[in-house]
Nanobody
Framework: HVQLVESGGGSVQAVGSLELSCSYSGFGSNQPCMGWFRQAPGKEREGIAVIDSIDKRTSSESLEGRFTISRDRAKNVLYLRSDSLKPDDTGMYYC????????????????WGQGTQVTVS
């Protein structure tokens, strides 16, 4: 049974830093392709950064490299970090898993966490 649980959201000031965590389970000994996505009010969910089974990372070019994805394989935890947040980064942040490849497209992912709210002011 796959489970994804995000944590670390909250209120952050602009140009502040953020670290989100996603604990995952149910994949056995495999490290799945995973990603971080977000959805702002009134907008579609968009991909932020993804990581494949050998930890190769891809980030959305539109976010200008402000977000970094990483993974702790021993703990089965996925991270998202940023040190230069903007008010436009406000939204619900989700981790996802189950894609056959490290895609930034939401439709490629089978499993989703419940999300964690990030508010930047």
């Amino acid at each position: 049974h796959v489970q994804l649980v995000e944590s670390g959201g909250g209120s952050v000031q602009a140009v502040g830093s953020l670290e989100l965590s996603c604990s995952y389970s149910g994949f056995g000994s495999n490290q799945p392709c995973m990603g971080w996505f977000r959805q702002a009010p009134g907008k579609e969910r968009e991909g932020i950064a993804v990581i494949d089974s050998i930890d190769k990372r891809t980030s959305s070019e539109s976010l200008e490299g402000r977000f970094t994805i990483s993974r702790d394989r021993a703990k089965n935890v996925l991270y998202l970090r940023s040190d230069s947040l903007k008010p436009d980064d406000t939204g619900m942040y989700y981790c996802a898993a189950g894609s056959d490849w490290a895609s930034l497209a939401t439709t490629e992912y089978e499993h989703w966490g419940q999300g964690t709210q990030v508010t930047v002011s």
